[in-house]
């Protein structure tokens, strides 16, 4: 039988374990996200949808993806934000192709230090076409983030989160 004195060390032991995993940090995921998650606009009318990049640890050069739309029901009507968001630098290039399905999106800096941390990346404009529920949705086989070297990089654990945009 345990001694009085060890039955009390082992509690204390016991219970200053779960403090300290109780206090663990969370950590956040990076996240590629459409905010809102859901937009609601009128036909004929044009709503925003924003682009935002929270928590990322890894410092990127660039960033290349592929937003996919339901073009029935909505149409892209422009983007805001290239210089003013995330890549406040007024040293990138931005190159921005709408395919009437697909937005084709690439920003690359052009001098400087990469960016790391959270903030907008675009502002994406649709007009509403015709009602029903379309959705706006980041293509991850189409999304490469870069290195200052051009490189391609891979940002672990990377949440992406689409939108979508009900047109009444």
Do not use: W
């Not at 990322?56 to 029935?72: C, N, P, Q, V, W």
């Not at 290039?93 to 959270?118: M, P, Q, R, W, Y």
Request: hydrophobic share 40%.
């Amino acid at each position: 039988m345990l001694s009085s004195n060890a039955m009390k060390t082992g509690r204390y032991i016991f219970l200053s374990l779960i403090f300290l995993i109780s206090c663990e940090e969370e950590i956040a995921l990076p996240t590629l996200s459409l905010t809102p998650e859901s937009l609601s606009i009128d036909i004929g009318s044009v709503g925003e949808l924003t682009l935002q990049i929270d928590d990322l640890e890894d410092a990127i050069f660039g960033i290349s993806l592929r937003i996919a739309y339901d073009s029935t029901g909505v149409s892209f009507a422009g983007s805001t934000e290239f210089g003013e968001g995330y890549f406040s630098s007024s040293e990138i290039v931005t190159f921005l192709k709408d395919t009437s399905s697909a937005i084709h999106i690439a920003t690359t800096l052009t001098s400087g230090e990469g960016v790391s941390g959270s903030g907008i990346l675009y502002t994406l404009e649709f007009e509403g076409k015709s009602q029903g529920s379309h959705l706006v949705e980041i293509l991850p086989n189409f999304l490469f983030f870069y290195d200052s070297s051009g490189s391609k990089i891979t940002i672990p654990n990377l949440i992406i989160s689409s939108a979508t945009i009900n047109v009444e």
